[in-house]
């Protein structure tokens, strides 16, 4: 998911980057102002995970109302969403297993890679059917879709292990692991001097710095972008170091394979501002303690409905 092809280095290293730097972010909208206005959070004691507060899946926010005020706990709001959580976690399991295989001095990744996918595919699913309802239907095509991105992401783990080890033949497996993953998945980072969550997790941050990847299912919208800013400030504030660049994956199925896209983007002023607006927005509705009203056009797929309508 995360390596990048000849054209796609092109676009960040004559194109993104430059502009980057050419036109710098406004000062005050910089994660490591936390303690000033506008990053200084409306509240310090109610923190937030960054998906809740760029998503937008009712009009009236109501839906993060009753996760936080009835259920009291982060659940998905739709099935697309927990199918977007499910993909998450194995793609994050099967980095972390590879990087242990090749510790381990494992040569072939590839087919232990998928087995373990296949384990953890199956736990991940018992385990969101917990706390949301999912169809066989829909388990069946999830399986299927997660099956196709394990056998694909496999192979191009291993691939990018070989060609490593084919340029440089003497490396120990420490050395091996960092060139063939310059990137950490599943980075954990503390959001509370943002309002955010405490354990803020990133899908992924390129390793020298600078960029964050987010995975998203289906089409694109203007609030992932946004979701980005928010991991942006969030590194920002406790590393104190600029974080300029988003990348949002696409991962689809056509046909009986997967398709990536990569959208690239500069984390602009623009996107900063929209998230805090967003995160000081919540936060009050949320603090007012009163219940938002029921949305005139409630999306019909939201699984919070029944408490809504009965």
């Known amino acids: 998911m995360y390596?990048?092809?000849?054209?796609?280095?092109?676009?960040?290293?004559?194109?993104?980057l430059p502009r980057a730097r050419d036109h710098q972010v406004d000062e005050r909208l910089r994660g490591w102002n936390w303690f000033d206005s506008p990053i200084r959070p409306y509240s310090s004691e109610l923190l937030l995970p960054v998906w809740d507060i760029a998503c937008s899946i009712c009009p009236t926010r109501r839906d993060a109302w009753i996760r936080h005020k009835v259920l009291k706990k982060s659940v998905p709001t739709t099935a697309h969403q927990a199918k977007g959580f499910i993909v998450h976690k194995l793609i994050s399991s099967m980095f972390l297993k590879a990087k242990k295989l090749v510790y381990l001095g494992y040569g072939d990744l590839r087919d232990e890679l998928i087995r373990s996918a296949d384990e953890s595919l199956k736990k991940e699913i018992s385990e969101m059917r917990k706390n949301i309802e999912l169809s066989d239907k829909d388990v069946n095509e999830l399986t299927e879709f997660c099956r196709l991105i394990a056998k694909w992401q496999a192979t191009r783990i291993e691939s990018k292990v070989l060609e490593i080890k084919a340029k440089y033949p003497f490396l120990n497996e420490e050395s091996l692991v960092q060139l063939s993953f310059p990137m950490a998945t599943e980075v954990v980072v503390d959001g509370s001097l943002l309002g955010l969550s405490k354990y803020l997790r990133a899908d992924a941050a390129w390793m020298l710095g600078g960029m964050i990847f987010d995975i998203k299912l289906g089409k694109k919208e203007?609030?992932?972008?946004?979701?980005?800013?928010?991991?942006a400030l969030a590194f920002e504030s406790v590393f104190e170091r600029p974080v300029d660049i988003g990348c949002t994956i696409y991962v689809s199925k056509v046909g009986n394979s997967i398709k990536i896209d990569r959208d690239f983007y500069i984390i602009s002023d623009y996107l900063r501002s929209s998230f805090l607006e967003k995160r000081d927005e919540l936060q009050m509705m949320l603090l007012k303690d009163s219940e938002p009203d029921v949305a005139d056009n409630c999306p019909k797929y939201c699984v919070f409905r029944s408490y809504c309508f009965g």
């Open 3 to 16: 390596y990048l092809d000849l054209i796609e280095i092109k676009r960040l290293t004559r194109d993104l």
């Open 222 to 231: 203007e609030w992932h972008r946004i979701q980005v800013a928010g991991y």
